[in-house]
């Protein structure tokens, strides 16, 4: 009697899922679609246009602090001199009415005389170039009784010389421009032969000429340029390697203030502006920036001048920094940029006076490299949905091309209008499909055959048990 109640109880117990299993596979009111997905070759909608880089405009700040970092260098008071920046970051200061040489490694603020008279003769009025190498090249210049057309070389920063040529191709002169050309090469600008005690008409040049061999020969690049003749003007090599030359005396004796480019190196010449802005002048200095803007200053055309000017694209339109600098009003006076972005400012004449002071000015730098960006990102207006339209971009800014992440679009929702270019077909999923088929599964999760083994089991269980029992 006992097994038999067992056997009863097992069959019970070993029943119960099975009833249960087959509760669950019941229909039931509450059912979930489950959709049919289909693969279809629809059209890739990309919602992109290029992306326009809004560059900000620099900030113009004052000319920053021009601070006086030397107000009695040991060098001789002077104008009409030649400084330049060697690699090392030193300032080479020469000539002047002098043959010395001196050297400042502290941007002026302390010099040290490299040479007290060095072979080639006393001048001012001459032009000089560094070379990467460190080494100079010095070129012409008024002795204060003659013009020279000679050519100097040095290797140690001034220290020692070697004549290259006695008499350059181009005629004696002074009052020129001479430019260092990312080749290396040297290019030599217009200038005068005019005594200034004489009474001689001006003579004036507006050649070009080139040497290859640090000063050794000279190539005439052009005998006329389209620039007026002049001398007592200035002129940079900008980053692109074109040239812009403004300002300076001209044939008449007056002072002028246009700008002038060359992309050719030298060969030929487009007017950027007949008046730059600033009051027209001669004997002024001026720089070029690492940002690639230009900074002129000083200079005198009947009035002294001791602004200070600045023009962000090649020379065409100008801005005021500074109208009355720190330092005194000036011409005949030597600029030039350091390797942290200063200007170090040296020297010059009030006509009444001759200096030997330096400065130092802390200008706005615009470099781009180093300016947080700010962009957008425009859309292409779509005839589906009027409000996704392309914000106005700015003129100036830069297209760049992108990579764009597509928005899928099913094709019965596409507008027919879309540009083709902008489109492309690839296999994609669209949009899940309403029209589904009636395949019902119940809301509850369960595991797959539990009751069909459940089932079993109890079968053969109980037949254990029956054979037992007997």
Known sequence: MREKCLLLLACLILMVPVAAINYQY???????????????TVPIV????????????????????????????PWSPRAFFSGVVVPDGSIILMGGGH?????????????????????????????????????IVLMGGWTGSTFLNDVWWSPDNGASWTQMTANADWSPRGDFCSLLMPDGSILLMGGDNINPLSSNPDTNYNDVWRSVDNGIRWTLVTSNAEWPP??????????????????????????????WRSTDEGATWKLVTPDAGWPARYGESSVVMP??????????????????????????????????????ARYGQA????????????????????????????LPISNLLDTSVGFQIPVVTSTTDPENTMPASNNSAVSVTTTAVPEIMPASTM??????????SETATPDISTNVTANLVPSETITP??????????IAVILVIRKRVR
Do not use: C
């Open 449 to 458: 055959g539990f009751g069909i083994i459940s089932g079993f089991g109890a």
């Open 46 to 73: 990309y919602k992109v246009s290029n992306v326009s880089f809004v560059y900000p405009n620099p900030v113009i700040t004052p000319s920053g602090p021009w601070t006086e970092i030397n107000a009695n260098a």
């Open 99 to 135: 043959n010395d040489v001196w050297r400042s490694k502290d941007s002026g603020t302390t010099w040290s005389e490299v040479t007290e008279s060095a072979p080639w003769a006393s001048r001012n009025r001459f032009s000089s170039v560094a070379q990467p190498d460190g080494s």
């Open 415 to 424: 507008a027919a209008t879309v540009d083709p270019s902008a489109t492309v």
């Open 335 to 362: 600029s030039v940029v350091m390797p942290d972005k200063n200007i170090v400012l040296m020297g010059g004449s009030d006509i009444g006076n001759i200096y030997n002071d330096v400065w130092q000015g802390v």
């Open 291 to 328: 940002d690639g803007s230009i900074v002129i200053m000083g200079g005198l055309n009947g009035n002294l001048f001791n602004d200070v000017w600045r023009s962000t694209d090649d020379g065409t339109t100008w801005t005021e920094l500074s109208a009355n600098a720190a330092w005194s």
């Open 230 to 259: 002049r001398s007592h003007f200035s002129a940079g090599v900008m980053p692109d390697g074109s040239i812009v030359l403004m300002g300076g005396l001209s044939n008449s004796g007056n002072p002028m203030n246009d700008v």
């Open 26 to 40: 019941n229909p039931i009111s509450v059912v979930n679609s489950v959709p049919v997905v289909t693969t279809t």
